[in-house]
């Protein structure tokens, strides 16, 4: 099976967040970055895929130069080469703007399966896999916990709501979302790290992918919550701050 | 200026996310009415219960092959009405189901789907989410089709959607084929036997990223245990198998809303949040004062969990 990751790099999860000026995209001065999580789950699953049917996994990845570290880390788990496509303006381009470069990178590739994460952590949007395989003209389904491959394509386990799961069965080539959890995840092993110096990343410009579309979507402000209750922050010590918290509970909310 | 709302359903009924997603199409529309919009293969009893909500129309979209949820005919059928209405606005509640097929139908129709709004603003602004709750980002479509929308669950009331007179029903047949269905679904059916109620518990300490290790969680256990409460946790814990999935408060875990619910190292995602946020009084302790889980705590604690908790078990004995 030849698999394609769409894998995103995204702030480290306890990241500084500040708003540039401009008040329409985050501060990246300081920020560190890390593999988006989901996308590191649908990796694994991919990674599983290949190593009981055999084939190829192909990391693919949109977003400056910084995306390498990322894409190195995906190799050096066990991904077998990766496709990088280089643009400096993703924060300029909506959901669909960003699933078009994927999809254009995907074609050639001619993948069995497409995977990635169900959503990212930074901007949550939960959308890109599906609209890529609506650009690929392929079937898709989403929150997938695990993938087994059978004669006629895939057998996939859906994550409904409430506790609910659903078995489905899809053709291939398909696209899926992975939810975490459905796996462990692996660390890359020294080894790993090692082999991936060697591995094939290609470079591909987004002005070689077609000209990017006029946003449908624009962003007219990016903001700091409102707070939806006063919360009365408990001063001090530890020790101090637990008292307190005891004292608030028993005799002013009353439920202790 | 027209509004679209899909009425999601569960067990042939409406589900109450659709109510919610009907506050903001009414308050979309303004005074010019929704047409709410129930899919199936029978949707007569559906309708039924729609068109006493205060729409200006209601449609059933009807077809055999609609009769379970594959997003394949849902796409179709929906691309179909679109066709033939050409909407402004189309609302979804934002719920798996619309997650696994708005965004198709949005792109089919050159559009993007503005996904999981929290509230509707002058224009219209759509806000929503950035930054696992850390951030508002308000949207604005820029295109000529239709804009669609999905609403977050609990951001709108149910209640305030409007009730009113019998709307006028009628019935749209999409023409289907088999071939255009992909994908084969079997029957739903229910993960693991569930021993734990937490939609009772009275009082819950719940853990989250913020405990580092599977080593950690006695910390929790022992607070839970001097306060009597049952334990709960974010998803992490759980996709980590730290604590077993039944434990999971969140929009793929259980909903709770206990008298006292003590978010221990949680940082407040939404998807964690709309689990919780019903809780009679809520206690954040973390040691980012930004975490989201903050703007819906009633007292916080910011500071360190492995200092903080020990502290606040002693304190618990000591009043006892």
Same mark, same amino acid.
């Given at each position: 099976?030849?698999?394609?990751?769409?894998?995103?790099?995204?702030?480290?999860?306890d990241?500084?967040?500040?708003?540039?000026?401009?008040?329409?995209?985050?501060?990246?001065?300081?920020?560190?970055? !890390?593999?988006n999580?989901?996308?590191?789950?649908?990796?694994?699953?991919?990674?599983?895929?290949?190593?009981?049917?055999?084939?190829?996994?192909?990391?693919?990845s949109? &977003?400056?130069?910084?995306?390498?570290?990322t894409?190195?880390e995906?190799?050096?788990?066990? $991904?077998?080469?990766?496709?990088?496509?280089?643009?400096?303006?993703?924060?300029?381009?909506?959901?669909?703007?960003?699933?078009?470069?994927?999809?254009?990178?995907?074609?050639?590739?001619?993948?069995?399966?497409?995977?990635?994460?169900?959503?990212?952590?930074? #901007?949550?949007?939960?959308?890109?896999?599906? /609209?890529?395989?609506?650009?690929?003209?392929?079937?898709?389904?989403?929150?997938?916990?695990?993938?087994?491959k059978?004669?006629?394509?895939?057998?996939?386990k859906?994550?409904?709501?409430?506790?609910?799961?659903?078995?489905i069965?899809?053709?291939?080539?398909?696209?899926?979302?992975? *939810?975490?959890?459905?796996?462990?995840?692996?660390?890359?092993?020294?080894?790993? /790290?090692?082999?991936?110096?060697?591995?094939?990343?290609?470079?591909? $410009?987004?002005?070689?992918?077609?000209?990017?579309?006029?946003?449908?979507?624009?962003?007219?402000?990016?903001?700091?919550?409102?707070?939806?209750?006063?919360?009365?922050i408990?001063?001090?010590?530890?020790?101090?701050?637990?008292?307190?918290?005891v004292?608030? #509970?028993?005799?002013?909310?009353?439920?202790? | 200026? =027209?509004?679209?709302? %899909?009425?999601?359903?569960? @067990?042939?009924?409406?589900?109450?996310?659709?109510?919610?997603?009907?506050?903001?199409?009414?308050?979309?529309?303004?005074?010019?009415?929704?047409?709410?919009?129930?899919?199936?293969?029978?949707?007569?009893?559906?309708?039924?219960? $729609?068109?006493?909500?205060?729409?200006a129309?209601?449609?059933?979209?009807?077809? +055999?092959?609609?009769?379970?949820?594959?997003?394949?005919?849902?796409?179709? !059928?929906?691309?179909?009405? /679109?066709?033939?209405?050409?909407?402004?606005?189309?609302v979804?509640?934002?719920t798996?189901?619309?997650?696994?097929?708005?965004?198709?139908?949005?792109?089919r129709? &050159?559009?993007?789907?503005?996904?999981?709004?929290?509230?509707?603003?002058?224009?219209?602004?759509?806000?929503?989410?950035?930054?696992?709750?850390?951030?508002?980002?308000?949207?604005? +479509?820029?295109?000529?089709?239709?804009?669609?929308?999905?609403?977050?669950?609990?951001?709108?009331?149910?209640?305030?959607?409007?009730?009113?007179?019998?709307?006028?029903?009628?019935?749209?047949?999409?023409?289907?084929?088999?071939?255009?269905?992909?994908?084969?679904?079997s029957?739903?059916?229910?993960? =693991?036997?569930?021993?734990?109620?937490? &939609?009772? !518990?009275?009082?819950?300490?719940?853990?989250?990223r913020?405990?580092?290790?599977?080593?950690?969680?006695?910390?929790?256990?022992?607070?839970?245990?001097?306060?009597?409460?049952?334990i709960?946790?974010?998803?992490?814990? @759980?996709?980590? &198998?730290?604590?077993?999935?039944?434990? *999971?408060?969140?929009?793929s875990?259980?909903?709770?809303?206990?008298?006292?619910? #003590?978010?221990?190292?949680?940082?407040?995602?939404?998807?964690?949040?709309?689990?919780?946020?019903?809780?009679? @009084?809520? %206690?954040?302790?973390?040691?980012?004062?930004d975490?989201?889980?903050?703007?819906?705590?009633?007292?916080?604690?910011?500071?360190?969990?492995?200092?903080?908790?020990?502290?606040?078990?002693?304190?618990?004995?000591? $009043?006892?």
């Open positions: 099976m030849k698999i394609i990751v769409a894998i995103k790099q995204v702030p480290e999860r990241a500084p967040v500040r708003i540039a000026a401009g008040n329409k995209s985050i501060n990246e001065v300081d920020l560190n970055w !890390a593999m999580e989901p996308d590191a789950y649908a990796l694994e699953e991919a990674l599983q895929l290949k190593e009981k049917n055999g084939g190829e996994v192909i990391v693919l949109a &977003g400056p130069e910084r995306v390498g570290s894409i190195r995906a190799l050096a788990k066990g $991904a077998d080469r990766a496709i990088h496509v280089i643009a400096d303006d993703l924060g300029s381009r909506d959901a669909l703007g960003v699933a078009k470069l994927l999809a254009e990178a995907i074609k050639p590739e001619n993948p069995d399966l497409v995977l990635t994460g169900l959503q990212s952590e930074d #901007l949550g949007l939960g959308q890109t896999g599906v /609209i890529i395989a609506e650009l690929l003209g392929l079937p898709h389904s989403t929150l997938i916990l695990q993938v087994e059978t004669e006629a394509g895939i057998n996939v859906r994550e409904l709501e409430e506790g609910w799961f659903q078995h069965e899809l053709p291939l080539p398909a696209v899926l979302t992975i *939810q975490s959890g459905g796996n462990k995840l692996r660390y890359a092993t020294l080894m790993g /790290i090692k082999r991936a110096k060697m591995k094939e990343v290609r470079a591909v $410009a987004a002005a070689d992918l077609g000209p990017a579309a006029a946003p449908v979507l624009t962003l007219e402000q990016i903001s700091l919550p409102s707070k939806q209750k006063s919360t009365q408990l001063p001090g010590s530890a020790k101090e701050a637990a008292a307190a918290l004292e608030k #509970l028993k005799f002013e909310a009353r439920v202790l | 200026m =027209s509004v679209l709302l %899909v009425l999601e359903d569960s @067990c042939g009924k409406i589900r109450r996310v659709s109510w919610e997603a009907a506050a903001a199409a009414q308050k979309l529309a303004g005074g010019a009415g929704v047409t709410a919009v129930v899919i199936g293969a029978q949707t007569e009893a559906l309708a039924a219960e $729609a068109a006493g909500r205060g729409f129309a209601v449609v059933r979209i009807e077809h +055999p092959l609609l009769a379970q949820y594959i997003a394949d005919g849902y796409v179709a !059928a929906l691309q179909q009405l /679109i066709q033939k209405e050409s909407p402004t606005y189309f979804f509640p934002h798996y189901q619309v997650r696994d097929y708005a965004p198709a139908l949005a792109t129709m &050159g559009q993007a789907l503005i996904g999981d709004v929290t509230s509707i603003g002058d224009g219209p602004t759509f806000t929503r989410q950035l930054m696992q709750g850390r951030l508002n980002g308000s949207f604005k +479509p820029a295109g000529s089709g239709p804009c669609f929308v999905s609403v977050q669950a609990g951001a709108f009331r149910a209640d305030l959607a409007a009730s009113g007179a019998s709307a006028p029903v009628s019935t749209f047949a999409p023409a289907l084929d088999a071939a255009q269905i992909r994908t084969k679904p029957e739903p059916f229910r993960g =693991s036997a569930q021993t734990v109620d937490l &939609g009772s !518990a009275q009082l819950i300490v719940s853990v989250g913020g405990i580092r290790e599977a080593e950690n969680l006695p910390l929790i256990e022992n607070l839970a245990a001097v306060l009597g409460a049952e709960a946790a974010s998803r992490p814990i @759980c996709d980590n &198998g730290w604590l077993p999935m039944e434990r *999971q408060v969140g929009s875990g259980q909903s709770v809303a206990p008298k006292l619910y #003590l978010a221990v190292g949680i940082s407040g995602a939404i998807q964690h949040l709309v689990g919780m946020k019903a809780s009679q @009084c809520i %206690v954040a302790i973390n040691k980012d004062p975490a989201p889980i903050f703007e819906v705590a009633d007292y916080g604690i910011v500071g360190d969990l492995f200092e903080v908790v020990p502290a606040l078990t002693e304190a618990v004995k000591a $009043a006892k």
